[in-house]
């Protein structure tokens, strides 16, 4: 007879956390609120144990006044979001936390709500919207930079790259792409389709150094006038994450042929 427990593999401890280096750079939070982050981590790794707020707060010894000003701070940046559930036999309500890598747009404390009467568009060429309107972009939300630390990250920004191409035109791409991360609409026109604003975000947060360099080397051997640079770099970046792969391979190949 065969024993059931047998077979069986034990999970693997983890005896370190592990921290978003997004979070750990980001200047704007605080060396609380990145301190309250890591130790958060550090008990999620544990394995059978429920982490709540209340047993953060009695581990603090800077007091409860300190650790709320940490834990607003971590929800104020994004890194923190709030749920507000309902208990459906009690109907009573009650939160649960999620710690985010990446900071949560919808979370952030500055994001406010768009002018959403226009689709935030991006059609290559004359960029002009399918409704005959032009785009609407939130300025405001463009200001915060509150993806530029993670928009860095990715492209590996540091000044040997962005020089070696055209550090004007990198930050230029870095602003728009902040600009499209904080902005709430439903949805982006590119390439003459209606893109779910969620999943052009999440193909912006792909974007590497190599996709930059793409969209750099297009825009300089762009042979026809481009009457709106912005939707056009907004598209041709979403491509290029689409695209790149396929474009090296066949340069590769034509390069061998």
């Given at each position: 007879?065969?024993?059931?427990k047998?077979?069986?593999i034990?999970?693997?401890?983890?005896?370190?956390?592990?921290?978003?280096?997004v979070?750990?750079r980001?200047?704007?939070?605080?060396?609380?609120?990145?301190?309250?982050?890591?130790?958060?981590?550090?008990?999620l790794?544990?394995?059978?144990f429920?982490l709540?707020?209340?047993?953060?707060?009695?581990?603090?010894?800077?007091?409860?006044?300190?650790?709320?000003?940490?834990?607003k701070?971590?929800?104020?940046h994004?890194?923190?979001?709030?749920?507000?559930?309902k208990d459906?036999?009690?109907?009573?309500?009650y939160?649960?936390?999620?710690?985010?890598?990446?900071?949560?747009?919808?979370?952030?404390?500055?994001?406010?709500?768009?002018?959403a009467?226009?689709p935030l568009?991006?059609?290559?060429?004359?960029?002009?919207s399918?409704?005959?309107?032009?785009?609407?972009y939130n300025?405001?939300?463009?200001?915060?930079?509150?993806?530029i630390?993670?928009?860095?990250?990715?492209?590996?920004?540091?000044?040997?790259?962005?020089?070696?191409?055209?550090?004007?035109l990198?930050d230029n791409i870095?602003?728009i792409?902040?600009?499209?991360?904080?902005?709430?609409?439903?949805?982006?026109?590119?390439?003459?389709s209606?893109?779910?604003?969620?999943?052009v975000?999440?193909?912006?947060?792909?974007?590497?150094?190599?996709?930059?360099?793409?969209?750099?080397?297009?825009?300089?051997?762009?042979?026809?006038?481009?009457?709106?640079?912005k939707?056009?770099i907004?598209?041709?970046?979403y491509?290029?994450?689409?695209?790149?792969?396929?474009?090296?391979i066949?340069?590769?190949?034509?390069?061998?042929?």
């Open positions: 007879m065969t024993n059931k047998s077979g069986v034990r999970k693997k401890r983890t005896y370190y956390a592990q921290v978003s280096n979070a750990l980001d200047e704007t939070l605080s060396l609380k609120a990145k301190g309250l982050l890591a130790i958060i981590e550090s008990y790794t544990l394995d059978g429920i709540y707020k209340d047993f953060l707060m009695s581990k603090s010894t800077d007091g409860e006044c300190s650790f709320r000003g940490a834990w701070e971590l929800k104020d994004g890194y923190l979001i709030q749920y507000k559930l459906n036999e009690t109907k009573q309500f939160y649960e936390y999620e710690i985010c890598d990446n900071p949560h747009v919808e979370n952030h404390h500055m994001a406010q709500k768009p002018d009467e226009f568009v991006a059609n290559l060429g004359d960029g002009n399918t409704s005959g309107k032009p785009p609407s300025n405001t939300l463009c200001n915060n930079n509150i993806y630390n993670t928009i860095h990250t990715n492209i590996n920004y540091n000044p040997i790259f962005v020089n070696s191409i055209d550090r004007k990198v870095v602003d792409m902040n600009e499209v991360l904080c902005n709430n609409t439903e949805y982006i026109v590119i390439n003459g209606n893109i779910p604003l969620n999943l975000k999440s193909t912006f947060l792909k974007v590497g150094s190599s996709h930059i360099q793409y969209v750099v080397n297009v825009i300089n051997n762009y042979n026809n006038k481009i009457s709106n640079m939707n056009f907004i598209t041709t970046l491509n290029s994450v689409l695209t790149l792969d396929a474009y090296y066949n340069l590769v190949t034509n390069t061998e042929l």
